[in-house]
């Protein structure tokens, strides 16, 4: 009897200790200590839990043996995951094989549209918003347009990618009946490719997710380079000792511990960009405006239309945005102020650094900063950049392991975690190797405008014009106005141009800079 009672009371301990984390966890996520403030866009949203995880900053509880059920394996006592709802629920199927949804909806916890608008604003206004400045370099006052254009364009996708998630029911009501960006490509491709579509997208995320990781590599290196360029050291060599630092990303296991500095890096970006905007207005008096033209570089603008579309991906994560809105109604005006913001604040901070500095403009714009200041705000860059590394890495480890390792029958490969749910050396191994990869590819391109543009011209434009317009027109096409149908099908043939255009020419110039390199 005593033994029970004991049992009893231990249980009650362990419960109570368990909400109160969770409910600690919760405050830090509505206060913005999000896991996906890493605002890059990284598009690196991923579908499904990650787009949950990594941009809502949801509650990150403590998942508790007796509350799971329905026949799924219990999770050991004090292992922290993130979760899309409090309730600790994890994805899991019924003893029938239905998907428990109602069980995992209920409990949830809901934004408001100002949260929503966080973490668009997050992804829209990140750290790549640096190289804005070169775009105007190559692309004048065409460049200025572009970004306006690019803003409207990212805004008016991202609502019909949301309303690829809705058909009509029998009484003409709008029904919710996809979750996922993955869901809405296989539902075009179906009944004939019915997978095809969300492998498409799987292999954009991968790409985009690890073109990501290799910029905030090359960044890192160009930074601490030009900041101290006295040291006998490289900016190869400062790209290995970065990775060196990053090497322990190979084993995260959630992103609880990185979600904590995700609000102290936004806050450290936007000093960042006060402090640039403010020395530009210091020198107002030389701005070179006769150095803005209307005449384009035919070889680089198109480089620099991948950098600008890169700076606005977020429709990866936007259908779990909606989905987790208190009020789905408030997106269309969410969409609409947050690209505002970003289209004002972009255009700003691009003109008025390229003024100053006119056609010395550099790759990252704070390279242009003397070098009393430079070495302090790249030295605070390079620990942004060092600190959201995690975020797209481990999303892309999650979608690569969920891929091949871990879909059951249709894995090409053996599940990478054993029985008690440790990930296997090999495993952690194959890790490892991507850090290292991602440190390789920095290595041997280290030019961030170039890929910066090459990634947007390839993903980003596919993720963000080309896909949305073309789901659209397939799913929708008999309950569309002509003008939605006009609007789609320019954006589709507008799109392929640029993607094609910028992919090439971003390409050529990496070729063409590599070999400059070796002949060095």
């Not at 009672?5 to 206060?31: C, E, P």
């Not at 006060?274 to 006769?290: G, K, M, P």
């Not at 579309?309 to 989905?323: A, D, K, M, N, R």
């Not at 008999?478 to 390409?507: E, K, N, P, Y």
Request: include cysteine; charge should be neutral; charged fraction near 15%.
């Amino acid at each position: 009897m005593a033994m029970l009672i004991k049992s009893k009371l231990s249980n009650v301990a362990t419960s109570v200790s368990n909400k109160s984390q969770a409910k600690v966890s919760g405050v830090f996520a509505r206060m913005g200590f999000q896991a996906a403030t890493d605002e890059e866009a990284v598009g690196f949203a991923q579908c499904d839990d990650l787009d949950y995880e990594h941009r809502q900053g949801l509650q990150m509880d403590i998942l508790k043996p007796e509350e799971v059920s329905g026949g799924a394996e219990p999770v050991d006592e004090g292992d922290s995951h993130y979760q899309r709802d409090g309730a600790g629920l994890p994805p899991s199927s019924s003893k029938d094989g239905e998907p428990c949804m109602e069980l995992a909806a209920q409990g949830k916890p809901k934004i408001t549209a100002w949260e929503a608008g966080w973490n668009v604003t997050n992804a829209i206004q990140g750290m790549f918003v640096l190289g804005l400045p070169y775009a105007i370099l190559h692309g004048g006052y065409l460049g200025l347009f572009l970004i306006i254009f690019a803003a409207v364009v990212c805004c008016y996708t991202g609502k019909i990618l949301i309303a690829c998630l809705y058909e009509e029911n029998e009484d003409g009501q709008l029904v919710r009946v996809r979750d996922s960006y993955v869901d809405i490509a296989n539902a075009c491709c179906a009944p004939r490719f019915p997978k095809l579509g969300g492998r498409v997208v799987n292999v954009a995320q991968i790409i985009e997710l690890i073109m990501t990781c290799v910029l905030y590599v090359v960044v890192s290196g160009n930074l601490m380079y030009n900041s101290f360029p006295n040291l006998p050291i490289s900016q190869k060599s400062w790209s290995i000792l970065a990775t060196a630092v990053l090497l322990p990303c190979a084993f995260l296991k959630n992103l609880k511990a990185v979600s904590k500095f995700s609000l102290l890096c936004t806050l450290a970006h936007f000093v960042i960009n006060i402090l640039v905007i403010a020395y530009c207005l210091s020198r107002a008096r030389d701005w070179a405006w006769d150095k803005v033209k209307f005449y384009i570089d035919v070889k680089k603008f198109p480089i620099s239309i991948g950098i600008i579309v890169f700076s606005y991906t977020s429709q990866i994560f936007l259908p779990s945005l909606e989905g987790n809105m208190k009020s789905p109604k408030e997106f269309h005006s969410m969409m609409n102020w947050t690209h505002i913001a970003a289209c004002i604040l972009k255009g700003l901070f691009a003109l008025v650094a390229f003024l100053t500095w006119a056609d010395e403009t550099k790759e990252v714009i704070t390279d242009n900063l003397p070098s009393t200041i430079r070495a302090v705000v790249n030295i605070f860059l390079v620990a942004k950049a060092l600190l959201s590394y995690p975020l797209p890495f481990f999303a892309a480890v999650e979608v690569l392991e969920k891929s091949f390792f871990q879909e059951g029958r249709i894995a090409m490969f053996t599940n990478c975690y054993g029985a008690d749910g440790k990930i296997k050396s090999w495993g952690l191994a194959l890790r490892c190797v991507l850090v290292v990869l991602t440190l390789l590819m920095a290595m041997y391109i280290p030019h961030f405008a170039l890929l910066m543009g090459l990634t947007g011209s390839l993903t980003g434009a596919g993720l963000c014009f080309l896909l949305p317009s073309l789901f659209h027109l397939k799913l929708l096409w008999r309950q569309l106005q002509w003008h939605h149908v006009f609007f789609d099908v320019s954006i589709f043939v507008i799109g392929s141009i640029c993607s094609v255009s910028g992919f090439i020419h971003s390409l050529e110039g990496l070729i063409e800079a590599y070999d400059t390199n070796a002949s060095d």
